[in-house]
Structures are given as C-alpha cells and as structure tokens.
C-alpha cells in the first residue's frame, strides 16, 4: 500500500552519527522511528524479560529491574546463534511498533517524511520498506574517536561490533544518497536539507 508520506532509511557505519543526522531530518519536519530507542522499549516488556531470564538467568533480565544491557551485548556479540535467537525475539515487535507510528503519522499534515534509523537496515531488509536510503559517511579515525568518547569502545569493540553488520563499504553502495558527517553541524544542515527536498519533490512526481 503506497502511502502518503516517503519513508527515508538511514544507514552509516558504526560511529559515523547517524543521530546526528537523524536529529536533523527531526527538526526538518520528519518523524524518526529510532530502532535503537524501539530496541530498548521491547526489552523491558515484561514478557520478554521473562523469555530473556529462562534463556540467560536473573543476571540477564533482573525481576523487578531493568534487562542489563551490556551483559546480554556480551552474550549474543559472541555467539552468533544466541544473536539470531534474540533478534528472532524482538524484531517482529519491533516492526509491528514502526508500523503503528507510521500509520499514525501517515495523513499528519505537519510531519513532511519518516525516517527509519536502524543499524540493521539492510541487515533485516527494512531497506525494502523504504523509498530511498541516505548513508551517512565519516572516517574510520573519527567514527573510532567519537566511539572511544561517547561509549569508551577500543578497536577490538568496533571490530567485534562490525562483523555483524554489513561493511560501510558495501552499505555506501546501496544508498542513494550520502551525507559527509566528517566536520561541524553548520557543513551538515544543508546536506540533510537538499536530500529532504529531492526526496519530497520525486515523491510528489509518482502520486
């Protein structure tokens, strides 16, 4: 069912900023279905907490406690089997959440697109749900130097983190557009803002 907004994912390697540029498109208008934020909110349904405690124990999912994150990151970062077991967990609640905000938004005069933000977007094929991709580009020394800032990472952490996602390499390649995330806010806003507008205008030519 064509609807009547564009739906624009959003890709970049690990540390290239992608909230940076999510949080452009936001205040452009869009709404921006954040599955790292989605992510967090199906953990803490009770009947996954009670699905994570049998697979993981009460370290995993505490009663009466928030999931512990990092525990359950070291889990399933170095078992690919207990990765597809929780992504088979959590993903179709997370799509049936995308697709309620969606539908909410879709006739909402004020909202001018949907951005979905996901670090697996091609990964788990939501790229096809979208009607164009925008991939957002810094170099691996600074996506590295914002990672060391922001969550502490090393190098061993981003390698680890990157064997389970497509390379920024082939992720580049598949996007329509690209946004250079190298430098300041005032070089960013502009590039967000023409990518908007060729989307909205070609999206206006197939109604």
């Known amino acids: 069912m064509r609807l009547n907004k564009p739906i624009i994912g959003l890709c970049g390697g690990i540390g290239a900023g992608k909230s940076r540029v999510a949080r452009e498109f936001e205040r452009l208008g869009c709404l921006v279905i954040d599955h790292d934020r989605l992510n967090q909110e199906v953990l803490q349904l009770p009947e996954v907490m009670q699905t994570l405690r049998g697979w993981w124990g009460d370290k995993a999912a505490p009663p009466g406690g928030p999931v512990d994150r ?63 991709v925008v991939f957002v580009d810094a170099s691996e020394p600074e996506r590295l130097r914002r990672l060391r800032q922001e969550r502490g990472w090393d190098t061993k952490e981003l390698r680890q983190r990157e064997r389970w996602q497509l390379s920024p390499v082939e992720k580049r390649a598949r996007a329509a557009f690209v946004v250079d995330n190298e430098g300041p806010a005032e070089q960013l806003c502009p590039q967000v803002a023409e990518i908007l507008q060729q989307v909205l205008a070609a999206h206006s030519r197939t109604e």
């Open 70 to 132: 990092r525990r359950i990151a070291r889990i399933v970062f170095s078992n690919p089997a207990e990765r597809q077991r929780l992504e088979g967990l959590l993903h179709p609640l997370i799509v049936q959440r995308q697709a309620t905000m969606i539908q909410r938004v879709d006739d909402h005069s004020t909202i001018t697109a949907i951005v979905i933000d996901s670090p697996l977007l091609f990964e788990s094929n939501l790229d096809h749900e979208c009607d164009t």
